[in-house]
């Protein structure tokens, strides 16, 4: 069956969206939204996937000017489209079962052991749009009672981060000022036959742990927990020869509940306690202890905790504590990339990367310095709902959903990466002033003209005498020579379907850097070109940019200026 004029529309048109937003247009996205109009189509889909096949190749053959054109006339129908489903992510249904208006409160809780990055940032927002669905409060609770891994230096990061993402909790307090009243449940838990010391090996406990057995000193007498408990405290054991394990079921299916540590000793300083303490409470121990007693009502946390669930009441039963609700969602991860801080931290000391805020990396500060807003971040992060399927998307979704936000805003400029000059006689002294953006309100970027200028290379290789163009926004020429350098004569202003090519005036030119950021992984290994550059020029206006403006470089994308001194600027 032949497909007809209509659903051809539809394809013409998906298939130029997807050819802006990607590059290139690709079949499937267009193919599955095809038929989600007209279902009908599914008994017919090899000549549905035939029409979408020719459509295709006809879009991917455009060139850029000739898309843009076309995706102009659909412009409108495309924002509205954007803005119906940003609306359609926030009302995602954000509510949870038992959860009460006014009575709620929930917490961050960061390790202050190295960067925030976006896989912090849904349970930030997600917490952050239940506490205004519920009129509670949020609160930031620093999970620092790890001596080794912690510092100041990341609990300052984290805290600018938050600010900068918008987010403001109503106190905030951490784990490690708290150590001495956790002693206190220790001891408690001792008294009630709910913990025990033990000084079994590492390897030993391992085992155990695997085979499901008691070691002997399960069946220890609270007389001997205490006063080995006490032999902790008083610092007659060193690192890793003692701990307080939970008194729980060596044989249970999950295995968080085979006697897991709840403190350990460690007599490294502490970046916020000094060497005040070394015996230092477990995750499992301090937080739903911390939670229960800072009246924390509801905890939302990612899946890969739900395990750790059981454990987390049983601490509290075992202590007579008030149990929070717990509700559980899909972590949100991108696709080959890093956010281990252990393999953050190896792949700068290899020099791999440049920093924390490498922009190849998926921290906050790599997508801040990258021109990622805060905004997109947010949308980023809700988009996915409260949902448990597994989440991990191409960073294009983020980058996609940023582009959408700033690129009404940002300058388009010419840039040209291969210039041949140009002569062109009648035109000296002459002014030309071309729109910043579309906005109305854009301004513009004004030029005297000298009568030389750049064009691409690659433009010029097609030009032959006698040959009309049109030099983009401005005027339109006639070809009189080709060479070393092409000669040309003005033509007027009129518009005309005529090709049109970039220039920017010789004048002021800058020698400009592009940097594009690709993916960081490729697979399991570092992507060789996770981060490639092009150099060339972007016309004069160029100088009057600051740090952190962001550019549409025609035919090129959105780029930030990273840096003014090295003209360089970031693929965003
Ligand atoms: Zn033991």
Not at 133 to 160: H, I, M, S
Not at 490 to 501: S, T
Request: net charge neutral; glycine share 8%.
């Amino acid at each position: 069956m032949a497909i007809n004029a209509g659903i051809r529309g539809l394809i013409r048109k998906l298939a130029v969206k997807n050819a802006i937003d990607y590059g290139s247009a690709r079949d499937g996205p267009i193919l599955a939204k095809v038929l989600s109009k007209d279902p009908s189509l599914k008994s017919e889909i090899k000549s549905v996937n035939a029409a979408i096949k020719e459509i295709l190749a006809e879009v991917n053959s455009l060139s850029k000017a000739e898309l843009e054109k076309e995706y102009d006339k659909h412009s409108a129908e495309f924002e509205q489209e954007a803005a119906r489903k940003a609306e359609k992510s926030s009302i995602h249904n954000f509510s949870i079962q038992g959860a009460e208006q006014g009575n709620f409160v929930t917490r961050f809780p960061p390790e202050p052991g190295g960067y925030m990055h976006i896989g912090h940032a849904k349970p930030l927002f997600v917490e952050d749009e239940l506490r205004r669905v519920y009129g509670g409060e949020l609160l930031l609770y620093f999970d620092d009672t790890n001596p080794d891994n912690e510092r100041q230096e990341f609990v300052d990061a984290f805290k600018e981060d938050l600010k900068w993402l918008g987010v403001q909790f109503e106190r905030e307090y951490y784990a490690s000022d708290n150590i001495a009243r956790l002693y206190e449940y220790a001891n408690v838990a001792i008294r009630r036959g709910k913990a025990y010391v033990c000084i079994c090996d590492g390897e030993r406990i391992k085992q155990y742990r695997m085979e499901g057995k008691d070691c002997e000193h399960k069946k220890q007498g609270m007389e001997e927990n205490i006063a080995r408990w006490n032999d902790m405290l008083e610092g007659r054991f060193s690192d890793n020869e003692a701990i307080l394990r939970f008194s729980s079921d060596m044989g249970a299916a999950n295995t968080t509940l085979r006697d897991p540590t709840l403190f350990r000793i460690k007599h490294a300083s502490h970046y916020r306690q000094g060497k005040k303490y070394f015996i230092w409470p477990t995750y499992d121990f301090c937080t739903p202890i911390l939670d229960s007693t800072n009246g924390i009502t509801d905890v939302v946390r990612s899946k890969e905790y739900e395990l750790r669930d059981e454990l987390y009441f049983a601490v509290l039963d075992a202590l007579g504590l008030r149990k929070p609700r717990i509700t559980s969602f899909s972590r949100l991860e991108i696709s080959n990339n890093v956010t281990s801080k252990r393999k953050i931290r190896e792949l700068i000391a290899e020099g791999k990367i440049s920093g924390w805020d490498d922009p190849r990396l998926v921290t906050i500060r790599a997508l801040m310095k990258r021109g990622i807003t805060a905004e997109a971040i947010k949308q980023f992060s809700l988009g996915f709902g409260l949902g448990k399927a597994e989440s991990v998307v191409d960073i294009e979704m983020l980058l996609n959903i940023n582009r959408r936000i700033v690129d009404p805003t940002a300058k388009r400029l010419f840039f040209i990466e291969d210039p041949k000059p140009m002569h062109i006689e009648g035109i000296e002294g002459r002014i030309v002033e071309m729109k910043l953006n579309s906005q109305p309100d854009s301004g513009y970027r004004k030029y005297k003209l000298g009568g030389d200028l750049f064009i691409n290379a690659s433009d010029s290789n097609r030009l032959q005498k006698g040959d009309t163009v049109r030099l983009k926004d401005a005027f339109n020429v006639t070809i009189k020579g080709v060479g070393e350098k092409i000669e040309a004569t003005y033509q007027g202003d009129a518009q005309a379907e005529i090709p049109r090519i970039q220039w920017i005036p010789k004048d002021g030119a800058m020698e400009c850097e592009l940097v594009h950021i690709g993916n960081l992984l490729e697979g399991e290994s570092l992507n060789g070109k996770s981060m490639t550059s092009t150099k060339g020029y972007a016309e004069a206006y160029a100088s009057v940019l600051k740090e952190g403006d962001l550019v549409q470089f025609e035919r090129r994308g959105l780029f930030k200026l990273d840096s003014r001194k090295a003209m360089s600027f970031l693929s965003m």
